[in-house]
T-cell receptor, first 113, second 112 residues
Framework: DTEVTQTPKHLVMGMTNKKSLKCEQH?????MYWYKQKAKKPPELMFV???????INESVPSRFSPECPNSSLLNLHLHALQPEDSALYLC????????????FGQGTRLTVV | GDSVTQMEGPVTLSEEAFLTINCTYT??????LFWYVQYPGEGLQLLLK?????DKGSNKGFEATYRKETTSFHLEKGSVQVSDSAVYFC???????????FGQGTRLTINP
């Protein structure tokens, strides 16, 4: 299994909603990442978890809350988002935090209305 | 700071044409260099990589050589196919860091 699986693939939420994005990998990777990609732009790093501990937070607003319950699972909890947060959210994993980042999920396309 | 500059797209070619997508970088350390490809509606896939000067990365007919003297990592393919239509991102990773720095991406369209 060489996949990073993200659910849901599409999500529409209101500005007062609470929702969560989910990411799973079963490759034994110990580093997991959240990226945000706006239309026609490159991905921007949001968070890095290394050995289930948050190691990088790129000054992301607190309405985005990451969680890594175990080494295979990464969540992104969303609350009180703004329309400008609409984007493709990509999860990725690597063997450890210095390894080549080779595996990205297909992303969750989020629309905030 | 560290940065990557790619040729602006979109790039449109006919099938079997020769492809070059230029990429240059600025880095304070000794970066590893990557090309990623993003097909429509999908996440990124690692296409090829090079970790030190003069290394050549290759995959699926694509090649790129790490040129330290010109700080470049241009992507080439001798004969493109319609299925190569995608957005291509050049990226760098500083040794010991966890953060990829991406270029702006180049949209490639191949016409039959």
């Amino acid at each position: 299994d060489t996949e990073v699986t993200q659910t849901p693939k599409h999500l529409v939420m209101g500005m007062t909603n609470k929702k969560s994005l989910k990411c799973e990998q079963h490759m034994g990777h110990r580093a997991m990442y959240w990226y945000k990609q706006k239309a026609k732009k490159p991905p921007e790093l949001m968070f890095v978890y290394s050995y289930e501990k948050l190691s990088i937070n790129e000054s992301v607003p607190s309405r985005f809350s990451p969680e890594c319950p175990n080494s295979s699972l990464l969540n992104l909890h969303l609350h009180a988002l703004q329309p400008e947060d609409s984007a493709l959210y990509l999860c990725a994993s690597s063997q450890d935090n210095r390894a080549v980042l080779a595996f990205f999920g297909q992303g969750t396309r989020l629309t905030v209305v | 700071g560290d940065s990557v500059t790619q040729m602006e797209g979109p790039v449109t070619l006919s099938e079997e044409a020769f492809l070059t997508i230029n990429c240059t970088y600025t880095a304070t350390g000794y970066p590893s260099l990557f090309w990623y490809v993003q097909y429509p509606g999908e996440g990124l896939q690692l296409l090829l990589k090079a970790t030190k000067a003069d290394d050549k990365g290759s995959n699926k007919g694509f090649e790129a050589t790490y040129r330290k003297e010109t700080t470049s990592f241009h992507l080439e393919k001798g004969s493109v196919q319609v299925s190569d239509s995608a957005v291509y991102f050049c990226a760098l990773l500083i040794q010991g860091a966890q953060k990829l720095v991406f270029g702006q991406g180049t949209r490639l369209t191949i016409n039959p």
